[in-house]
């Protein structure tokens, strides 16, 4: 990963500490410090870790999380269920 580039990763549908359904995602980069983990759920678009991303970053990545919440579950409810891998 060059020092420019940010990696979005994100889980299967999971169950959080309320039981209700989530989606866990990390955006990770490399920093002058070494690695810059974001991390957020959906629904809600709110990162709940940060290491390394100032405010203004965190803001967007907010942003980015709630205008793209449908796209990113769709795309955890696939590698939620095996059988569509096949």
Known sequence: MSDEEMRMTYSAIVAGKDNKKMVRVSFERNGKNG???????????????????????????????????????????VISNPLKWL
């Not at 957020?40 to 709110?46: A, E």
């Open 35 to 77: 690695k810059e983990i974001a991390e957020g759920v959906i629904p809600g678009g709110k990162i709940v870790k940060n290491n390394g991303y100032s405010q203004d970053e965190i803001a967007g990545l907010e942003v980015y999380l709630k205008a793209n919440a449908d796209d990113i579950i769709s795309k955890a409810k």
